[in-house]
């Protein structure tokens, strides 16, 4: 499903992505490995191939609002910008909130999305 928007609710353990149409609603979660070892920078790495993975999910949404905790979303933010260039500039906005509800995340991304098209001088699906 190829969809204009998506939000992503973030955590160090998991991501949880909603794409979401005038008509449609897909959810996927990516989840994050731990690697118990005792190699050096061993949690680096760990958190470089779950962020990785998330950006891979969001390889074909154009728009994308990140949420989460705010070390969460500022590391993402870090790793996106550094190492996945093209996804961080379809990264419309970072928001700090706690851990909403699915429906809770919808409207709030339908809310973001619908000012920040209109900014845009898009029309937006609603």
Known sequence: MTTLHAVVWLDHQSAQVLRFDAEHLQAHKVKAHTHHTAQHAS???????????????????????????????????????????????????WRVVDHPSEKQLVALAREFFLGFDRMAGRPTPT
């Open 43 to 93: 949690q680096v790495r760990t958190e470089h191939e779950y962020f990785a993975a998330l950006c891979r999910e969001l390889d074909d949404i154009e728009e994308i609002l990140v949420v989460g905790p705010h070390t969460g979303i500022t590391d993402f933010e870090h790793y996106a910008r550094k190492h996945q260039p093209e996804t961080a500039r379809r990264i419309a906005a």
